[in-house]
């Protein structure tokens, strides 16, 4: 075993005057709010999301079902969570289609009176169609609705289109830190 460190960035932008796009998803597409009932669902598309991305290297629990499972009952028993910044986006483009899940985002309220957003992830066959930004947007309002003036949230280097996305709200990069995590070498 050994220790890898990957580089990740603090971000956060101010929302206080700023104009905030509406958070609107494509044909077909649909805002499913936060309750109770949806947290496992959450967390399988939390892990459909990640498994197969660096994150789930930087964090193993994202690359197991289980562990976003626990991931996803610690995020909604926290004192700060927020539901008015939790959701999925659901699809069914034809009547005869089965509804999918197909993305998800978790925010909360830090102790620093911050939101911050714990997870925004999108299944990747449906990446490419802004669903990322809706997200985001839709959590900067929830935020927004309950009074708070900034958020943040964490980014892997590696992750550059998550980056560019964050850049292209607004938010701005604070601080830069490293998350050691252990390895099995072969």
Not at 66 to 89: N, Q, V, Y
Not at 164 to 173: H, V
Request: proline letters at 4%; glycine letters at 10%; a positive charge.
């Amino acid at each position: 075993m050994g220790l890898t460190y990957f580089k990740r960035y603090r971000m956060e932008i101010d929302l206080t005057g700023r104009e905030l796009p509406p958070a609107r998803l494509p044909e077909g597409y649909h805002w499913i709010e936060w309750a109770p009932e949806y947290r496992d669902i959450h967390a399988e598309t939390k892990y459909l999301s990640f498994r197969t991305e660096i994150d789930a290297n930087v964090f193993p629990c994202l690359g197991a079902l289980d562990g976003c499972l626990r991931l996803m009952t610690e995020i909604s028993r926290k004192t700060g969570f927020l539901p008015e910044a939790t959701w999925l986006i659901g699809c069914r483009f034809h009547a005869s289609d089965p509804f999918e899940y197909c993305g998800t985002i978790q925010g909360i309220r830090d102790r620093g009176g911050l939101g911050a957003i714990q997870n925004l992830g999108v299944v990747p066959e449906h990446r490419g169609r802004g669903l990322g930004t809706a997200l985001l947007v839709k959590a900067l309002h929830g935020f927004r609705q309950v009074g708070l003036r900034r958020a943040l949230l964490e980014a892997t280097a590696q992750n550059e289109a998550a980056i560019r996305l964050y850049e292209r709200l607004g938010f701005t990069k604070v601080r830069t830190v490293y998350k050691a995590v252990e390895v099995a070498y072969s």
